[in-house]
């Protein structure tokens, strides 16, 4: 049986901040656009602000539907699951927001990271939670976590910050969203941090 809370508190905090992987959910508001789900991984990625906020790390590598979805809506969803441990799974539906590094919060955000800033980081991902819940999650399989994989940041941590504009400039959906809508702001303002 699920339950709703009004915050996140000690023990979702935990649970939330103990999970290898989380899914990220956002649509835009066209009935016909694309829907996206997105994992997320990499250790220290994702930071509880406070009982209502949570932040996460953009990086480059793939499309930009997220970032667009939320500049046109708002409109967000992350998930995590226990694949380990007591069956649990926490759904924070919420109003997210796209910061960017021409952003004068960038840097402050940024450093809630502390090691696990990336050369590829293109955005922090601020989700101001609306309705926060958990299920039992009895179906969910057990699995094994092996540890992280390197290869993300081994191969934008070789490119310089120029290099990583340009591969920013020429891939399709990064300026724009699948569907058109306004995405990643191109050319990516230069680090700060």
Not at 76 to 98: K, Q, Y
Not at 128 to 148: L, N, S, T, W
Request: proline content about 7%; glycine content about 10%.
């Amino acid at each position: 049986m699920g339950k709703l809370y009004d915050r996140i508190d000690g023990r979702l905090r935990t649970f939330i901040e103990e999970q290898p992987i989380f899914f990220t959910a956002t649509a835009p508001l066209s009935g016909d656009g694309h829907i996206n789900l997105s994992p997320k991984g990499r250790a220290g990625t994702l930071v509880v602000i406070d009982e209502q906020t949570l932040a996460y790390l953009d990086f480059g590598g793939s499309g930009a539907e997220t970032i667009a979805h939320v500049r046109e809506n708002g409109r967000i969803t992350l998930m995590w699951c226990a694949f380990s441990g007591p069956p649990n799974i926490v759904r924070i539906h919420g109003d997210g927001e796209a910061v960017f590094r021409d952003d004068p919060r960038w840097d402050g955000l940024v450093e809630l990271f502390g090691e696990a800033d990336g050369p590829a980081a293109r955005a922090v991902i601020l989700v101001k939670a609306r309705r926060i819940a958990d299920v039992c999650g009895y179906a969910i399989p057990f699995m094994e976590y092996q540890g992280e994989r390197t290869l993300h940041a081994e191969y934008f941590g070789r490119k310089t910050d120029e290099e990583f504009n340009a591969y920013c400039e020429k891939k399709e959906f990064i300026g724009v969203s699948v569907d058109g809508l306004p995405a990643l702001p191109l050319p990516l303002p230069p680090r700060t941090v």
